[in-house]
């Protein structure tokens, strides 16, 4: 089945039908000036890396491609390492600017004080800054202890009972220090103590 696109161009709606009542305008004035498009097309433009949120490592992770270990390979060989290490430097680096930009937010609203009508909606914008400040350094220094972990080979092993991590887990969690059996045991547990 084919589909006719309307064309992009067209300024005019078009009209096909036309209601029999409906009395013949005066002649048609143009409602919009016509486009004219200054900006010249040059070259596109570098493909900019849109990482809508970096705190979120779940969008950050489709931007690499997956380690396809050999069977005969070693856990955590060399080449393992360092894609894991691209890995945590490419997200620790889009945090980095995610932080910065943060920042200036904060400032400004700290500067800016509002007058009392908006001020509860901005009060709840700058908590809400404060609190993403505050999730990003946590992944900040999360990402730090992973990479010293990689300098002291004890990257991708849980810290609870030693087995190996796996590099599928790791790479949806780079900063995962358990194996997702004890993860889960401390969730369980966690939730029965404060839940
Ligand atoms: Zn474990």
Known sequence: ???KKKPKSATKKASVKIKPSAKPKAKKQPAKK??????????????????????????????FIPYRPNKTE?????SQK?????ILNAWKEALDS???KTEQLIQQDQSNFPDSL???????EFMLELRKRERER??????????????DDLYGYCETCGVEIGIKRLEARPTATQCIDCKTVDEIKEKQQFG
């Open 34 to 63: 016509p486009q004219t498009k200054k900006k010249p097309t040059k070259k596109k433009a570098l493909k900019p890396q849109v990482i809508s949120n970096p705190s979120d490592f779940e969008s950050f992770a489709k931007t």
């Open 118 to 124: 908006d001020r509860a909606a901005k009060e709840e």
């Open 98 to 100: 995610e932080q910065e």
């Open 74 to 78: 070693k856990y955590m060989n060399k």
């Open 138 to 151: 946590k992944l900040i220094s999360k990402i730090e202890m992973s990479m010293k972990d990689i300098d």
């Open 82 to 86: 360092k894609h894991f290490i691209s």
């Open 1 to 3: 089945m084919a589909i």
